[in-house]
């Protein structure tokens, strides 16, 4: 049997291996054994002698010098703190009560939380079983389709994995070598896109078919307001903007009301905050907006002397260039593809390019840096009015119920949001490295769930034990996954495979639907994590030769994964939520729910194909190239 043959049949074996059901792990280091043992083998030497031993240390040592690995317990560990706070509840609470009018208003702040909550975890399971916990039950005592509750619980608990902080992009970065803070600017937008399409889903089967999602009872649409909001109302104005500036400048009821209704001045500035904190936000980020792009874009470009008009500099000097730590691939021995290679130091190019196109100059700074975009004060300015428009009308239609509602948010969401807009954005303008910033993300964990009196002792111990159960299992994965693709790759397994690519003579559209649809039917037995450290490090070779921007191939597999969690029979999303559910919802029940999200998933890769500028856009306003 000749090399490549073997090599083929190692990939095989790994694939029956881990449907079998041994820890993916292990199989991977002990066939990269086996087989390593059998390439290297010389019948002159003593078999401890073998190669594969020295492979074996280095891959190892490969692995736990990869300084970006250092963020994944540190951001696994900001997840479980915050899923063993307990800081959820008040958040699906508050949520529920603002959109409550909504059509399928339960299935939406379900969606809107399994988001939110995923997007501050990143963790999966932590996230189906808390919302199966938090929101089944509700929404199947209020009429609910199962199929409807159970696809929304599932299918929102993966989006965590996808938008950033992710560890299944930091994994990524780590095989394909490729930059953590660039895939998470290009993951970003498909993100928040797939959970909108999730959302259009939501309501338009509801409107559609409003036997899904019944209305909820009017004793549930009444939002409990206390008695000193009751008092501001009647003793100063029925419009809570009003009523708290007339309770600040004129105290003397509210302090002298009966006890009940009583505040104090301390209390009744914390009310003017709130009330004010729709227009602060909007201020925060518009303001922020104008300063990167104006203000501190122009300020670097006087530091580099870079006109506004020049579209070229070193890279080097780039001031929006992200600070990483350094990435190596696992699989870096990979052959090189020996027919058809493309024209040395060729770029790498987007689906959308037209013929005949220039692509961009190595080492092209930031959009951002060379200029404000053309007509950027026009839509700024719009957009500004707009937002205005937008908190004029609520600050009309602002009553009691609104006001309470806005405190609510403000006490369990914003803290929340606040954390995870600070760790996305001192990763995303280059303040610190990921590292750096999942080290901000615990300690801000910490203080929150501490803030908010839910973490004790035993909780921090739990969290502590479960980030060091995941960690391990990531980092044992990771040197199997060296192991074997570099046994796969001496073999001639990378090679036979290229080959074979080749031979179809595939355009780079086709070559992209070939691998995402191969990466999509693996997701049904597989799990993302042994997609990813196995099969995906075949096809990165390939990307060159077809030109296709790395970012964009990546991000496209972020979002085909999502199908991993969602699929049958290895559907995880569904054994979780299966474990939490009331005794009636059965698995095939929930496996119907999920499986209209997968067609939803493909649906967002095809826009994604159609318009890459949604994912390469903002990596190249920020970091150019």
């Not at 730590?325 to 987007?350: F, H, M, Q, R, Y």
């Not at 992209?512 to 075949?538: D, H, K, R, Y």
Request: glycine share 8%; net charge negative.
């Amino acid at each position: 049997m000749s090399d490549p043959i073997l090599g083929l049949v190692m990939l095989s074996l790994i694939i029956v291996v881990i449907m079998l059901g041994f820890p993916t792990a292990f199989t991977l280091m002990g066939l990269g054994m086996m087989f390593g043992f059998a390439a290297f083998y010389d019948p002159s030497q003593s078999w401890t002698a073998n190669k594969v031993f020295t492979l074996m240390v280095q891959r190892t040592f490969g692995g736990m010098t990869n300084d970006v690995l250092l963020s994944i317990p540190l951001f696994v560990l900001m997840g479980y703190v915050m899923e063993r706070g307990a800081l959820v509840d008040k958040m699906f609470y508050s949520i529920q009560l603002a959109f409550r009018r909504l059509p399928a208003s339960l299935a939406v702040a379900t969606l809107i939380v399994c988001t939110f909550w995923g997007i501050a975890s990143g963790l999966v399971g932590a996230v189906v079983v808390l919302m199966g916990v938090i929101a089944m039950k509700p929404m199947l005592n209020a009429g609910y389709d199962t199929r409807l509750a159970a696809g929304v619980i599932t299918a929102g608990g993966t989006l965590g994995i996808l938008i950033p902080p992710s560890v299944m992009i930091i994994v990524y970065a780590a095989v394909a070598g490729q930059s953590v803070v660039k895939l998470y600017a290009a993951a970003m937008v498909p993100g928040f896109f797939l959970a909108f399409l999730y959302l259009v889903y939501i309501i338009g089967w509801a409107l559609i078919n409003p036997k899904v999602a019944p209305k909820l009872p009017p004793e549930q649409l009444i939002v409990p307001v206390p008695a000193p909001i009751h008092f501001l109302r009647e003793h100063y104005s029925s419009n809570m903007l009003v009523a708290t500036f007339k309770a600040l400048f004129s105290p003397g009821k509210l302090i002298n009301a009966p006890a009940e209704a009583r505040l104090s001045f301390k209390s009744i500035f914390k009310n003017v905050l709130a009330v004010l904190t729709p227009l602060m936000l909007v201020a925060v980020a518009m303001w922020g907006v104008w300063w990167y792009v104006i203000i501190h874009q122009q300020n670097e470009r006087d530091a580099l002397n870079v006109p506004v008009v020049t579209q070229v500099a070193k890279a080097s000097t780039s001031a929006a260039e992200p600070a990483e730590e350094g990435l190596v691939s696992l699989d870096a021995t990979s052959n090189n593809i020996k027919s058809k290679e493309p024209e040395e130091d060729a770029p790498l190019v987007a689906l959308d390019a037209a013929a005949g196109d220039a692509p961009p100059a190595e080492g092209s700074i930031p959009e951002a840096a060379a200029g404000p975009p053309e007509n950027f004060e026009l839509y700024y300015g719009l957009t500004c009015i707009l937002f205005g428009l937008l908190l004029l009308y609520y600050y009309i239609k602002l009553d009691e119920e609104q006001f309470e509602i806005l405190k609510l948010l403000i006490e369990s969401v914003m803290p929340l949001g606040v954390l995870t807009i600070l760790v996305l954005a001192v990763i995303l303008l280059g303040i610190t490295t990921a590292t750096e910033s999942a080290a901000v993300g615990a300690l801000g964990a910490f203080i929150l769930a501490f803030q908010a009196g839910t973490l004790n002792f035993d909780r921090t111990k739990q969290a502590v034990f479960l980030t060091a159960k995941t960690t391990s299992m990531v980092c044992w994965l990771f040197v199997g996954s060296a192991l074997f693709s570099a046994v796969f790759t001496i073999l001639g397994g990378q090679s036979i495979i290229e080959k074979w690519v080749l031979m179809l003579d595939l355009t780079p559209l086709q070559f992209m639907l070939l691998s995402q649809a191969i990466i999509f039917f693996l997701g049904w037995p597989l799990e993302w994590t042994e997609i990813i450290v196995i099969f995906v490090p075949i096809f990165l070779p390939l990307l060159a030769h077809f030109n296709i921007d790395p970012l964009l191939w990546g991000t496209l597999v972020f979002v085909n994964l999502q199908a991993a969690f969602l699929s049958p029979p290895v559907a995880m999303s569904a054994f979780y939520l299966k474990g939490v559910s009331p005794p009636g919802v059965t698995l095939n029940q929930i496996f119907a729910g999920m499986m209209p999200y997968m067609f939803i998933v493909i649906a967002c890769m095809v826009f994604m194909y159609v318009w890459p500028g949604m994912t390469l856009w903002f990596p190249k306003f920020l970091y150019g190239g």
